[in-house]
């Protein structure tokens, strides 16, 4: 992967020298030929220089998660080495592939279990993909929809019994080594949400874990001695994976980081700032902390250009979240999903439980009001 860790550090020395940037890598960027969806690489700005103290905010949605998945999809170039395709409808499958996405420098897709959405199938076409993966056993994604993407590429279904197991699958078959692992709970999504853009940065895959219990299971562990895991960054308090476990990985001679705060939006501040600097961070992406959707398919475009992806409170912009674009300064800000994910509000840099300033001089997201 040296190659893509080569071209991911060309991206951010462009982005800061203010070039134009699409949003994407040169492995990233929107097709010449047509797409399912229209390009959205014609609304991407140029960045603005080093002194411009707010970010260009650039909002990628579409009509449903479905679409959104192909507005991201757009930015990249045929010939991907691959394509994970995940439902749409849960997220553990999804933020389990995240990872392994951005590990392949590939793309994410959503579908339904039965069918897949208008687009998908042109889309995977055209990227033309030398292998597809599906993240998720039948229930999640059906026969026929694995019958369907398989007449276009070589597949291979990635599952096990449970999310757990799943997860497992996917970093068995992606990852050879990894000096890192990232364990979040698979029993809500806000914390491996955020730590995906930290994974694609640090090269790390995301396993889920059921952090409720005392121990990780026996095949987690496995699987990182598989890896020759040395590292493992735990995302989320104690009430999302238990201190017990914590100790147990201490207890393995683990090197064991916790990045947990009091609530989802201080542990996605905690992760992100632990991995990523001013001068790392031409481009962050904001998320919905409330609702996973929209912000799937670019949790594995946030890991793919090693960008940091912070959540907000749907109405108005977490406190965590400007602390976090006031400390990393992100050149360009995308925001997934529509209005109903992310307000205006909250693009604007209207920040939870701080009163509007009297005069009219504009709120800058993450930055401070002169």
């Known amino acids: 992967m040296k190659s893509s860790r080569a071209l991911r550090?060309?991206?951010?020395?462009?982005?800061?020298?203010?070039?134009?940037?699409?949003?994407?890598?040169?492995?990233?960027?929107?097709?010449?030929?047509?797409?399912?969806?229209?390009?959205?690489?014609?609304?991407?700005?140029?960045?603005?220089?080093?002194?411009?103290?707010?970010?260009?905010?650039?909002?990628?949605s579409g009509g449903d998660r479905y679409e959104t998945a192909l507005k991201v999809s757009a930015y990249q170039k045929p010939g991907v080495k691959a394509v994970f395709l995940a439902s749409g409808q849960d997220f553990?499958?999804?933020?389990?592939?995240?990872?392994?996405?951005?590990?392949?420098?590939?793309?994410?897709?959503?579908?339904?279990?039965?069918?897949?959405?208008?687009?998908?199938?042109?889309?995977?076409?055209?990227?033309?993909?030398?292998?597809?993966?599906?993240?998720?056993?039948?229930?999640?994604?059906?026969?026929?929809?694995?019958?369907?993407?398989?007449?276009v590429a070589p597949t291979q279904r990635l599952s096990g019994a449970t999310r757990y197991e799943t997860t497992l699958a996917v970093a068995d078959a992606v990852f050879d080594t990894a000096e890192t692992a990232i364990l979040a709970t698979g029993r809500t999504f806000p914390d491996a949400l955020s730590a995906s853009g930290a994974a694609g940065r640090l090269g790390a895959p995301v396993i889920?874990?059921?952090?409720?219990?005392?121990?990780?299971?026996?095949?987690?562990?496995?699987?990182?001695?598989?890896?020759?895991?040395?590292?493992?960054?735990?995302?989320?308090?104690?009430?999302?994976?238990?201190?017990?476990?914590?100790?147990?990985?201490?207890?393995?001679?683990?090197?064991?980081?916790?990045?947990?705060?009091?609530?989802?939006?201080?542990?996605?501040?905690?992760?992100?700032?632990?991995?990523?600097?001013?001068?790392s961070t031409p481009i962050a992406f904001l998320a919905s902390g409330e609702d996973f959707p929209d912000a799937l398919a670019g949790s594995a475009w946030a890991g793919r250009i090693d960008a940091p992806l912070t959540i907000t409170e749907t109405a108005c912009l977490s406190k965590a979240a400007d602390a976090t674009f006031d400390t990393l300064k992100p050149g360009v800000l995308a925001i997934l999903g529509g209005t109903g994910s992310?307000?205006?509000?909250?693009?604007?840099?209207?920040?939870?439980g701080v009163p509007a300033p009297d005069n009219d001089t504009p709120q800058g997201t993450g930055g401070t009001t002169p």
């Open 208 to 279: 889920l874990i059921d952090g409720t219990q005392s121990a990780v299971s026996e095949a987690a562990l496995e699987t990182l001695e598989e890896l020759e895991v040395t590292k493992v960054a735990v995302a989320g308090g104690d009430g999302s994976v238990s201190n017990a476990i914590v100790g147990q990985l201490n207890g393995l001679s683990y090197t064991v980081a916790r990045h947990g705060g009091t609530n989802r939006y201080e542990t996605s501040q905690k992760i992100n700032e632990a991995y990523f600097t001013e001068a």
């Open 92 to 151: 553990p499958d999804a933020l389990s592939a995240s990872a392994a996405a951005a590990k392949l420098d590939a793309p994410l897709l959503l579908t339904r279990a039965n069918a897949l959405p208008k687009g998908v199938l042109d889309e995977i076409k055209r990227l033309a993909p030398e292998k597809i993966y599906v993240v998720g056993g039948s229930g999640s994604i059906g026969g026929a929809v694995y019958e369907e993407v398989s007449a």
């Open 9 to 60: 550090l060309s991206i951010a020395c462009a982005a800061a020298a203010g070039l134009t940037l699409s949003l994407a890598s040169a492995a990233t960027a929107a097709p010449a030929d047509p797409s399912p969806t229209p390009s959205p690489s014609a609304s991407v700005p140029e960045l603005p220089g080093p002194a411009t103290p707010d970010p260009v905010k650039v909002r990628i």
């Open 342 to 352: 992310v307000s205006k509000d909250a693009e604007d840099g209207k920040v939870c």
